[in-house]
């Protein structure tokens, strides 16, 4: 069965073995005059392309979205997107993995979730370019490392998400009346989304790994995401299952199986119950 391509970083010339794979390239460089256009496929590393100016699409986990002056796109690893970029726009396009930045430390490490959990963000001018100066900074050093580069540009990351956070409308996209304990709960339970849907599909099992109640979980949903716990489940399914029918040429019974549905004709009628369409007319209508 054929899977969703995941692209991974290619080493940077000269970099020590040892620190992870991290890269910055501006996009004229990358475009070379012509127009980009990237097929659907997901990463293992962060990805994060500022815009300074310039025109496209970008399809994240199937949301589109239009390419503008002064915005920012932050993906995690795992997530899935399908990039188309005009001739002549301008910024960078940064990419690393968790080997190269993974902060020990609990603050630096939230600043990143909460960072990446906002794919997209549209800035005013003197927001965007106090962002485009960090990612200018960090370009630099880059090319020309020198002694002690590779700390300055974890160094810059961490102002970069500061600056980020602090800048972007409601960066966690979520409630704004969710307080710091919920948002971290929330953030913890959509991250074990990510790695165990396909096996774990009930409310209890996700509860007890995050050493909490169901009724707990539920609480910190509907306060942050003003949904059940149940229905993130449900939507993760239906997201990973859009992915494989978009993406992949496998057939339902396959993607069933994948994840994690022995009965292919119940997967079929929970896909139609939240999509309005079976996974073959899906498949027909959207790829």
């Known amino acids: 069965m ?30 070379g005059g012509q127009d980009l256009s990237h097929a659907l496929h997901r990463h293992d590393f962060f990805f994060v392309l500022a815009i300074e100016s ?25 997530q899935v997107h399908q990039l188309e970029l005009k001739a002549g726009c301008t910024g960078y396009l940064m990419e690393f993995d968790t080997t190269f930045y993974h902060p020990q430390d ?30 200018a900074s960090i370009f630099h050093e880059f090319n020309a490392q020198q002694e002690g580069y590779i700390e300055v540009i974890k160094a810059s990351l961490d102002i970069f998400f500061i600056e ?14 969710g307080s710091t304990y919920a948002q971290e709960r929330l953030e913890d339970f959509l991250e074990l989304l990510h790695t ?29 995401m003003n949904k059940s716990a149940a229905a993130l489940i449900s939507e993760q399914v239906i997201l990973e299952a859009k992915k494989y029918l978009l ?41």
């Open 164 to 177: 980020f956070i602090r800048q972007s409308r409601n960066p966690a996209g979520t409630a704004k009346n």
């Open 2 to 31: 054929k899977k969703i391509p995941v692209r991974q970083i290619l080493p940077a010339p000269h970099a020590p073995a040892f620190s992870g794979r991290f890269k910055i390239r501006a996009l004229p460089n990358i475009l």
């Open 106 to 135: 609990k603050l630096p490490n939230q600043r990143l979730r909460r960072a990446s959990s906002k794919n997209y963000c549209a800035f005013e001018l003197p927001r965007f370019e106090k962002l485009l100066a960090v990612l």
């Open 196 to 224: 165990h849907v396909s096996t774990i599909k009930e409310v209890t099992p996700y509860a007890n790994l995050l050493n909490l109640s169901a009724y707990q979980l539920n609480a910190i949903t509907k306060a942050t």
């Open 54 to 78: 310039g025109e496209g699409t970008h399809l994240i986990d199937f949301t589109s979205h239009q390419v503008e002056d002064h915005s920012i796109f932050f993906l995690r690893p795992g």
């Open 247 to 287: 993406a992949t040429p496998n057939q339902v019974k396959d993607i069933a199986d994948l994840l994690g549905y022995e009965d292919t004709s119940y997967f079929i009628r929970l896909f139609k119950r939240h999509t309005g369409y079976s996974p073959e007319a899906f498949r027909k209508n959207f790829s």
